[in-house]
Antibody, heavy 120, light 107 residues
Framework: QVHLMQSEAEVKEPGASVKVSCEAS????????ITWVRQAPGQGLEWVGW????????HYAQKFQGRLTMTTDTFAVTASLELTSLTSDDTAMYYC?????????????WGQGTLVTVSS | EIVLTQSPATLSLSPGQRATLFCRAN??????LAWYQQKAGQAPRLLMY???TRVPGTPARFAGRGSGTDFSLSISSLEPEDFAVYYC?????????FGGGTKVEIK
């Protein structure tokens, strides 16, 4: 059974950095890209970026360029998102997910979410 | 980058009524558009991809249409479990993006 296990909630001060991890199980980690999506409280979905564990290819939303880094560790079967220079606007639930489409075997698998709170 | 605009922001309807949601892109995404449903406290769920293809398990009352820049998602007869927020997502060009969402609420 596919499982994306995310790290625990974080509380950070403005200006700090946060790293959220996503450990995969139940499938071959290098077979699917990992998408990161965030959702601020009461707001809509925001596509953050995508990373390919097979070759390290990555694409980021333009608004995060310069302060976002996505990585994968094929040995630890873990994807990570690091966001620097945090502001209160970064307060959100961060999800890792596999978002493709049939006939791919996995096309809609989500982690449980990691709540990141930025507050002084 | 491609921007998706969804309308209306909120749709207030009764069970049994028909719902039509719209998604417009600022440039063509061909048919590389997906629709998600999200219920309170849950992760989103993929309903539709390639504009009009239902994911296995999506009821037939859901229908997606459109290509290029204009898309719609129709629910022919609303069931109680359909009241939720719906998002479109373009998968045509990096960076990908979601629309702002349409909330379908009980009138």
């Amino acid at each position: 059974q596919v499982h994306l296990m995310q790290s625990e909630a974080e509380v950070k001060e403005p200006g700090a950095s946060v790293k959220v991890s996503c450990e995969a199980s139940g499938y071959t980690f290098t077979s699917y890209g990992i998408t990161w999506v965030r959702q601020a409280p009461g707001q809509g979905l925001e596509w953050v970026g995508w990373v390919d564990p097979n070759n390290g290819d990555k694409h980021y939303a333009q608004k995060f360029q310069g302060r976002l880094t996505m990585t994968t560790d094929t040995f630890a079967v873990t994807a990570s998102l690091e966001l620097t220079s945090l502001t209160s606007d970064d307060t959100a639930m961060y999800y890792c997910a596999i978002l493709t489409k049939p006939p791919a075997e996995l096309y809609d698998s989500w982690g449980q979410g990691t709540l990141v709170t930025v507050s002084s | 980058e491609i921007v998706l605009t969804q309308s209306p922001a909120t749709l207030s309807l009764s069970p049994g009524q028909r719902a039509t949601l719209f998604c417009r892109a600022n440039e063509s995404v061909s048919t590389y558009l997906a629709w998600y449903q999200q219920k309170a406290g849950q992760a989103p769920r993929l309903l539709m991809y390639d504009a009009s293809t239902r994911v296995p398990g999506t009821p037939a009352r859901f229908a997606g249409r459109g290509s290029g820049t204009d898309f719609s998602l129709s629910i022919s007869s609303l069931e109680p479990e359909d009241f939720a927020v719906y998002y479109c997502q373009q998968r045509s060009k990096w960076p990908l993006a979601f629309g702002g969402g349409t909330k379908v609420e009980i009138k």
